[in-house]
Each structure stands twice: as structure tokens, then as C-alpha cells.
């Protein structure tokens, strides 16, 4: 199935989602590496950004990571500023509960949301922003197949230090090659 992996299943976003984002998005450890503002957020805004940004774009898909054992949702991860006449799109991912943090959910789901990006949605090119301090995700990322592309330099003020944001993405071409270097590397272990 497209939306699944072996742990990992993508359901879409829905307005019910937002109690559980609202705590996701209000823990500054969770955000950290990824919310460039660290900002407290009422439930209400919370709402208003479910329903504006996440739903009501029609240049977004955002998807609830369920961990499939326990149909438990773990996190969020989207295709943002989709741009259908380039075939462009920025991925972004945020595992909200830590206690699967380092433990392949987000490299699942990501794999899930390349296959969709590119068998589906034939896009030519997704790219990502990533804080430099974030070297875990860097890793990942260059394991799936994304290629630094530039760096905006000291652009994230962060515990009193100032940190790049590291711009990465990966074409379509590219990700091909990579998938089909994974399905020979399966064949092999079989």
C-alpha cells in the first residue's frame, strides 16, 4: 500500500488532529529542531493553523504518522509550497512523541512521502531546509538521497548562538536511482 510501511502508516491530517498537534507544537523540545520561532500557542491558534495552513492550502499535504502496533500517532509529515507547474515541493516531518524519536519512524515515513512525491505526484524536485545543529536529521536525509544544496548562513538564533540553515533536495531522477538501489540491495539480502 502507498501510505505504509512495515511500522509506519500516513492518514491524512484532519481538524480532530488538533488537541494532539497543540501539544506537539507547544513542546519546545519537540520543536526545537524544527520551528524556527519556539513560540507558546494557544489551542486556537493551533485550530486556526490546522484549518488555514494544514487543510485549507491547496499547496499542502500533511499526513499523521501512525505507529501501526498500537494505531498511535507519533508525528506529522507534509509536502508544503507545492508548486504544480515546476513539480516542486518543500518536505517537512516532526515526530512528536519522543519516545520514538531515533528509532527509523521518521526515515519510514519519509520513504513514504518520497514514493508519493515522486510515483504519484511526478514531482520533479523535493527540497528541505534543516537547522545545521541538527546533524541526526542531516544524516538521515543524505542516507535518503538529498543533496546540500546551500546554506543560509547564520539565519537561526538559537540559545544565544547563531546556527545556518542548511538547504537540501533531492530530483526525481535522483530518487530513482536510489530506489532502485534499495529494491537491488533487497534482491540481494533475499
Known amino acids: 500500500m502507498l501510505f505504509e510501511s512495515s511500522r509506519v502508516k500516513l492518514r491524512k491530517v484532519t481538524i480532530d488532529d488538533a488537541e494532539l498537534y497543540h501539544t506537539w507544537r507547544n513542546d519546545i523540545e519537540v520543536m526545537r529542531n524544527t520551528n524556527p520561532s519556539l513560540d507558546i500557542y494557544t489551542i486556537d491558534a493551533t485550530r486556526d493553523f490546522i484549518e488555514q495552513v494544514i487543510l485549507g492550502a491547496n499547496t499542502a499535504k500533511s499526513y499523521m504518522m501512525i505507529e501501526k502496533e498500537n494505531e498511535k500517532p507519533i508525528g506529522i509529515t507534509s509536502l508544503i509550497n507545492i508548486d504544480d507547474k515546476n513539480r516542486n515541493a518543500e518536505c517537512i516531518i516532526d515526530i512528536g512523541e519522543k519516545d520514538f524519536w531515533g528509532k527509523g519512524y521518521g526515515s519510514e515515513a519519509l520513504i513514504l512521502l518520497l514514493n508519493y512525491a515522486f510515483l504519484e ?3 520533479h524536485r523535493v527540497y528541505l ?4 545543529f541538527n546533524k541526526k536529521a542531516i544524516r538521515l536525509y543524505e542516507k535518503l538521497g538529498f543533496s ?3 546554506t543560509s548562513r547564520e539565519a537561526l538564533f538559537r540559545e544565544g548562538v547563531w546556527h545556518d540553515i ?3 533536495g533531492q530530483l526525481q531522477s535522483e530518487y530513482f536511482k536510489q530506489h532502485e538501489n534499495r529494491r537491488t540491495a533487497r ?3 533475499s
Do not use: P
Open 148 to 150: 546540500h544544496e546551500g
Open 166 to 168: 542548511v538547504h537540501m
Open 121 to 123: 505526484m511526478n514531482l
Open 129 to 132: 531546509r534543516v537547522f545545521s
Open 187 to 189: 534482491a540481494v539480502e
